[in-house]
């Protein structure tokens, strides 16, 4: 059983619509973390969440701590925003992953 | 350096053949974690440093695996007679504290086994 799940595992949109990604961890946990991953490239970290909302420029993640759910949404998307976002749950010495969201944002 | 710095980007090992990957983490950073993603999965959890002790090493899939970081900087995570499952991408990241502060990966070794 995955201790973290993402939804959807794919997710096409044309340019301009506003995009929801989802997660729901089953562990407590001290923070949660939305990364983005290009094809070929690294993990950057776009946000870190423990409560609350954080936005960061196009992009908002919330997370609801008693329900155990997670959302990163991208208003405005770009074909720029193609790429797989990974939900990633901090426990005390490790972390946790989600499988992927892999999206991708057509002119 | 700005970012945590792995190498090789590409390896390609022969089943049998050892080989040893390293991580440059961030400076300064005293947690250091390494990961393992397959091909279209989500990373996994192989081992954490906290500065050069090995706190967890609960991810490591076999005692084939083994990671060090004697300095409390730079670590390696070694693969002793690799075999075809191994091959994925191992990804090393750092942060400043145990918990609380944000994770900063490096772009990862891919790991190819024939």
């Known amino acids: 059983k995955n201790e973290v799940e993402q939804s959807p595992q794919n997710l096409t949109a044309q340019e301009g619509e506003f995009i929801t990604i989802n997660c729901s961890y089953s562990?407590?946990?001290?923070?949660l973390h939305w990364l983005q991953q290009h094809p070929g490239g690294g993990i950057v970290s776009l946000f870190m969440?423990?409560?609350g909302k954080k936005k960061h420029g196009r992009l908002i993640a919330t997370i609801n701590i008693q329900e155990k759910h997670s959302s990163l949404h991208i208003t405005a998307s770009h074909p720029r925003d193609s790429a797989v976002y990974i939900c990633a749950v901090r426990l005390n010495s490790d972390m946790r992953f989600g499988a992927g969201t892999r999206l991708t944002v057509k002119p | 350096g700005a970012g945590v710095s792995q190498s090789p980007r590409y390896k390609v090992a022969k089943r049998g053949q050892d080989v040893a990957l390293r991580c440059d983490p961030i400076s300064g950073h005293v947690s250091l974690f390494w990961y393992q993603q397959a091909l279209g999965q989500g990373p996994e959890f192989l081992t954490y440093?906290?500065?050069?002790?090995?706190?967890?090493k609960s991810g490591l899939p076999s005692d084939r695996f083994f990671a060090e970081r004697p300095e409390g900087s730079v670590s390696t995570l070694k693969i002793q007679r690799t075999q075809q499952e191994d091959s994925a991408v191992y990804l090393c990241?750092?942060?400043?504290?145990?918990?609380?502060?944000?994770?900063?990966f490096g772009n990862g070794t891919r790991l190819t086994v024939t």
């Open positions: 990241a750092s942060s400043l504290d145990r918990v609380g502060s944000p994770l900063h």
């Open positions: 440093f906290q500065n050069e002790a090995q706190l967890d």
């Open positions: 562990v407590g946990i001290s923070a």
């Open positions: 969440l423990s409560s």
